[in-house]
């Protein structure tokens, strides 16, 4: 198993792509920390890691709240004693409002997408450096390179921050051990608060820029991740990895 007896953290764990990395991580063998806001959403991906046969518990986290991060990495190390791996994963959509100009979206979007980063990594690096190392991947995304026409621009900025975020901790931490990646999905299934993007239409649009001609699969995403997770990638750091189809490549 890729992830034998290493002990993770997975936000936004209730849905989508942080669901299917934490199964992910169930069936390779770690001990899965089921984070989000979502109680019951997140309970049922918690109780399925367990039916599958693999060990994970559901915790009440919203990513912007710093004494929640303190609180959830303590009762993590109460219940599994260290800390592995944090996958930042957890976010809301920057078509959740047709106003390109709405000034209120680009501070939610801010403070879930980028602050809400930030104040994980910090509570997992003053945790990993204690047990002698870890695994940090983030979740940016296309629209952390590239300007798009339908997204708000705070996603663009809040997903460029985490890019060079992830940079800033492999410089920062490389000597205690502790990697950092980041993770860029293109076009996939909508989130939860997508807008415009959900639109068939717009999808229809957007695919068009995919050399590989599909979207793509929640599963394809927590593939990149679990490598990134894992000892598979010990000499790797700070880097970026594209799970785009192609996108990013035209
Ligand atoms: N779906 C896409 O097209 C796409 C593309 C590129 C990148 N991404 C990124 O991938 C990640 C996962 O997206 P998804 O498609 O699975 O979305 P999703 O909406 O299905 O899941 C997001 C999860 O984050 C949780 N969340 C939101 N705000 C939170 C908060 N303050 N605290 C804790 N949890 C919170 C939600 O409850 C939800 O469970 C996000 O960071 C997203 O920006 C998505």
């Known amino acids: 198993m ?15 792509m942080g669901a299917a990395t934490a199964r992910r991580f169930g069936t390779e063998g770690a001990k899965v920390v089921v984070a989000d806001m979502l109680e019951q959403e997140g309970r049922a991906v918690a109780d399925s890691i367990g039916a599958a046969g693999g060990t994970a518990v559901f915790m009440a986290l919203d990513v912007t709240d710093e004494a929640g991060w303190k609180a959830v990495v303590e009762q993590t ?3 599994f004693g260290r800390l592995d791996i944090l996958v930042n994963n957890a976010g809301i959509s920057g078509s ?3 106003d390109l100009l709405d000034s209120g979206l680009w501070e939610r979007v801010m403070a879930v997408n980028s602050t809400g980063v930030f104040l994980g990594t910090a509570a997992a690096v003053r945790q990993m450096r204690q047990n002698g190392g870890g695994s940090i991947v983030n979740l940016s995304s296309i629209s952390g390179v590239v300007g798009q026409s339908m997204v708000h621009m705070s996603y663009n900025a809040a997903k460029g921050a985490v890019r060079i975020m992830t940079k800033s901790t492999a410089v920062q931490f490389g000597k205690e051990r502790i990697r950092c990646n980041s993770v860029h999905p293109g076009v996939m299934p909508p989130m939860r608060t997508s807008g ?3 639109d068939p239409e717009v999808r229809a649009k957007m695919l068009r820029a995919v050399p590989l001609g599909r979207s793509g699969e929640v599963d394809e995403v927590a593939n990149a991740v679990l490598f990134l997770a894992s000892d598979e990638a010990s000499y790797i750091t700070g880097a970026e990895l594209y799970v785009d189809g192609g996108y990013l490549a035209m």
């Open 77 to 79: 190390v109460r219940a």
């Open 96 to 98: 959740a409002t047709n």
């Open 2 to 16: 890729r992830l034998a007896d290493k002990v993770a953290i997975v936000t936004g764990a209730a849905s989508g």
């Open 196 to 198: 415009a993007t959900a």
